[in-house]
């Protein structure tokens, strides 16, 4: 996800002027909005549905890791192994 300066750098003025724009703009355009006082980064804004999306995709890669890792330091299991353990046929 990469982020338009010219686009989606909105300074709290702006969002205090027209907050629904700024909202409606982050929600179409997923990408998150950085928010910015006296030209310094100070809140970033993004939708609800984009947010629930990067938190699945982090959990999603962190669980990844961690299985890669456990390969590395041999903790696995068979196939047949974990259909017994799970009761699955």
Do not use: C, I, W
């Amino acid at each position: 996800m990469s982020m338009k300066f010219s686009e989606d750098v909105v300074p709290l003025a702006d969002l205090k002027v027209n907050p629904g724009r700024v909202v409606k703009h982050a929600a179409e355009a997923h990408r998150p909005v950085l928010l910015t006082s006296r030209g310094r980064g100070v809140a970033v804004m993004q939708s609800v549905a984009d947010y629930e999306q990067a938190a699945e995709e982090r959990a999603f890669m962190r669980a990844v890791v961690a299985g890669l890792a456990d390969l590395d330091t041999g903790r696995e299991v068979s196939l047949a192994d974990a259909k017994a353990r799970f009761g699955v046929a």
